[in-house]
């Protein structure tokens, strides 16, 4: 069974803490994407990346980096953990497609509590 | 920029009952649009989608269709089961630019036997 998998799902952490969240897929995808999920916000994208050691900025990527040295590989970085980054973390990746149907598979979540 | 807008919740039915979680859109141009869910402790899995005006995807009993004059993509199921406990996500896939979804901010539906 394909899948994405997220090697953490629950942390604990504490302020100034540096959080590495891996994320891994089977799939042999080009586009891996980190999202953080909060109450009443629903997802917002963090960081994408389209191919080994490209990324590119989400809607929010302060206090975050990624690193991608592998196709198979999508690391998310948080260089000094804050309580505002107690989140839901989910990784997720796709096939490299124009058509527009393009559909992502989700790992289970990483649940970052920061201290 | 893209946007989605959902109907806050929870939504809270009893076994049998109709459904309909609504989803409303903006974007520049046709994006393709879809409906995931999140069951209790699990990621998000792709139920649906549609991507051109008119389509209707469907899956599971579930159904929605790309209306375009009203840029919505209301979803619909007959009859809800203790088993759809779960949160509904409406999102949008740009067709302009790389192609990163847009989610809506999740709707959470409590079906009672």
């Known amino acids: 069974d394909v899948k994405v998998t997220q090697s953490s799902r629950y942390l604990v952490k504490r302020t100034g803490e540096k959080v590495f969240l891996e994320c891994v897929q089977d799939?042999?995808?080009?586009?891996m994407f980190w999202y953080r999920q909060d109450p009443g916000l629903g997802l917002r994208l963090i960081y994408f990346s389209y191919d080994v050691k490209m990324k590119e900025k989400g809607d929010i990527p302060e206090g975050y980096s990624v690193s991608r040295e592998k196709k198979e590989r999508f690391s998310l970085i948080l260089e000094s953990a804050s309580t505002n980054q107690t989140s839901m973390y989910l990784c997720a990746s796709s096939l490299l497609q124009s058509s527009g149907a393009n559909v992502l598979t989700f790992g289970a979540g990483s649940r970052l509590t920061v201290l | 920029g893209d946007s989605v807008t959902q109907m806050e919740g929870p939504v809270t039915l009893s076994e049998e009952a109709f459904l309909t979680i609504n989803c409303t859109y903006t974007a520049t141009g046709y994006p393709s649009l879809f409906w995931y869910v999140q069951y209790p402790g699990e990621g998000l899995q792709l139920l649906l989608k549609?991507?051109?005006?008119?389509d209707k995807g469907s899956n599971k009993g579930f159904e929605a269709t790309y209306r375009k004059e009203t840029t919505s993509f209301h979803l619909e199921k007959g009859s809800v089961q203790v088993s759809d406990s779960a949160v509904y996500f409406c999102?949008?896939?740009?067709?302009?630019?790389?192609?990163?979804?847009?989610f809506g901010t999740g709707t959470r539906l409590l079906v009672s036997p």
């Open positions: 999102a949008l896939l740009s067709n302009t630019g790389f192609q990163k979804l847009v």
């Open positions: 799939m042999d995808h080009e586009n």
């Open positions: 549609a991507t051109k005006a008119d």
